[in-house]
């Protein structure tokens, strides 16, 4: 049975899915924890690193990491462009707190770059992890980014990225590239039905209605 460890890196969670030896690294952190994500996979081969989306907070460490742990990058093609330009898809937020969270956002994304990195796996919605020896699948979740993806591990674990968030209290995402295609893919994630959600950012939680 699949197992799912947050890493908790700042405000930013990374996960690791593992199955015995075998393991799945969902998202990265920002660079000063890089030795932080790579001690918690030290004792697992990881197979793949999934990234749910291409914003720095999540990316930052793919090189190294994949580098350090010999395995390939995935993630969904149309956020391939942000790992040159984070600002390239404009996100906008209408509540308060969302304003102050996309000014922070906004200003991390230009402090530093992204370490260059070539992806290898692209991956789409209903796409399976089993040839990684992991029970999960690829849930598409545009909104947030055009490509934001989340995971389906074992049909009781929802890796989210930042389809939703848990900041300050859990829910839909504060930031958007597209509030209407975010709120599509905010009702997939209610239909699936009991699950436990974890966050790109804040505790993990059960599903629920999340759109009001």
Same mark, same amino acid.
Not at 181 to 184: G, H
């Given at each position: 049975m699949e197992h799912v460890q947050r890493i908790v890196c700042g405000t930013v969670n990374c996960f690791l899915i593992s199955n015995g030896k075998n393991a799945v690294l969902v998202d990265t952190g920002f660079k000063k924890y890089r030795e932080k994500v790579l001690d918690a996979c030290r004792p697992y081969q990881v197979r793949l690193l999934v990234l749910t !989306?291409? !914003?720095m907070d999540h990316?930052?460490?793919a090189a190294f990491l994949s580098q350090a742990l010999h395995c390939p990058i995935a993630m969904h093609k149309a956020d391939l462009h942000l790992l040159a330009d984070n600002m390239v898809q404009r996100l906008s937020a209408s509540s308060i707190l969302g304003? $102050?969270?996309l000014? =922070?956002?906004v200003k991390s994304f230009k402090l530093d770059g992204i370490p260059a990195f070539s992806p290898t796996v692209f991956l789409e919605d209903g796409d399976s992890l089993d040839n990684c020896g992991i029970s999960a699948k690829v849930v598409g979740l545009p909104g947030h980014t055009d490509g934001s993806i989340g995971l389906d591990v074992g049909e009781?674990?929802?890796i989210v990225g930042d389809a939703l968030m848990n900041m300050f209290y859990p829910t839909v995402s504060m930031l958007y590239h597209s509030q209407e $295609?975010?709120?599509?893919s905010v009702e997939k994630i209610e239909k699936l039905g009991t699950r436990t959600i !974890? =966050?790109?950012h804040g505790n993990p939680v059960q599903n629920r209605k999340w759109a009001q």
């Open positions: !989306h291409g !914003h990316v930052q460490n304003r $102050i969270v000014l =922070f956002s009781r674990d929802l $295609i975010m709120l599509k !974890h =966050f790109g």
